[in-house]
């Protein structure tokens, strides 16, 4: 009895500790808040969201903190006088000294108790504990179905931000997308464009002890509103009316401001894009008679709403040279990227269409849903077991008219060998009995390839199935994450559907790898079935057949056999993705 109690306890008190780093802030919009329109200034909003996630974060690594950067943020809705803002904010995953707070923004009418989402947020914030070493932050202990999914995925989202500025270059360096530019330059009207420089702005302000936190910082919050003022007057100077924001690129800031800094805000609009505008704003600091220091950086995407609440067109734009054409071009780089990232990840995953088209440019975002909606499908809490045979396991879930599987069960290979066999698509046909060619197209990088792989024949007309896959493979992040390979169906143009054969899809699919012990591995197979992939596994799902256990018990002994590492395979697995155990996918 003393033992449940301490457990219970310690149960408690972990529990205490989890709850701990949710914060909430609800704030009334009053007129001091507000624009001359009567809406909620960005700016401040701003505020409020930076205040929210850093006692976040702060409660969470119990020592200050400072806001590191802030993702990509999408404002659905405009706030009014008199509404009320709610924040909530909560740290999904720490990582060594820096930790991911997701934030969430929705506005509540009182009258009509209404409640519309405003946006949603991801920070990063960076512990700081003033006169000692490198803070190492206790690890995040997901415990909710969607705690688990947003601790997975921050991993992901980390990856994204460490290759944005490669992401960004490559596209720039594209020789198609150089053609394009110059091919919309050639169409643009050069005597109805307006001249960039009637767009600049340049503003300072002096940080005073009111605008600092309490480690003496200029508020990361504070910069933010400063560089969301500027960028507004910008894009106002173009239109001649109040523009709309829509949409932020990443906050990174790049260094500290302190109390008594003289804070130099720039703003100009880039470019326009028919119904919207981005403007680049930068702020940079100064003290006495010392060299400027580059603070923060951010690109702002404005519209301009007519009295119906549509879009109105906007005038093109005159670059001046070599400076202006480099923001001109940029900005054309950012607004495919972001039109990436919102047709890809934005969107519900059941919204995602089968077959994206694949290019090096959206490549990242196709990796990262990739990933994401094998981690999401295996977050599921509502598995149901249809069969079991021999530690085999067969389970089955129905959501949304899809029907998934899992296939489940230990091996006697530690988990980081068995990723490598398992990812070694050259040697599938050595235990799976549906693969029939894999014919790799493009290697991407050491994490993604792109195969075209053909399987039998299962209807009466004779064809085989082939798939035009990316499979994405991941190693943990941290201890206690599984290994991932996870699997998509894309398009490519230099590979169409074929005569003869039937093109296939798939919508997730893959494995993860967990650790049991320094020799044993637990390996989990998942599948959200397309109808391409129904009629390899529905006998199995009717309980008409164990062929997912004979495939998973070939998948074993395969594992077994070359639990050693061979050197002839060294370099070939490496770098290799897999697809599906007991089906062809």
Known sequence: MASECLQDLHIEDEEQRHISTKVKMSQIVLPCHANHCGELSVGQLLKWMDCTACLSAERHAGCPCVTASVDDIYFEHTIGVGQVVNIKAKVNRAFNSSMEVGIEVNCEDLYSGRHSRVCQAFATFVARRTGTSKVQLKQVVPRTHREQVEHS????????????HDIMQDLLNNKNFQKSISEEADSRDE????????????????????????QVNTFGGQIMAWMENVATIAASRLCNAHPTLRTIDMFYFRGPSQVGDRLILKAIVNNTFKNSMEVGVCAEAYQGEEPLRHINSAFMTFEVLDENGRPRPLPTIKPEPQEGKRRYQEALARKKIRLDRMYIITCKQTEVPLSVPWDPSNQVYLSYNNVSALKMLAAKNNWVLTSKKNHVSLYTVEENQSLCFRVESEVDVPAHRAFTLVSDLSRRQEWDQHYTLCELLIRVDEDDVIYRVVTPSVGDNGKAQDFILLASRRPPCDSGDPYVIALRSVSLPTHPPIEGFNRGEVVCAGFTIYVVSESVSKISYYNQASPGVLPYISTDIAGLSSSFYSTFCACSRYLLENRVSLSAHTSDTSSQSAVGLNTPL
């Open 153 to 164: 995925l921050a991993a992901e989202r980390r990856r994204m931000r460490l290759i944005h």
């Open 191 to 214: 005597d109805e464009a307006v001249d960039t420089e009637r767009t600049r702005v340049e503003s300072v302000e002096l940080v005073l002890p009111p605008h600092a936190n309490h």
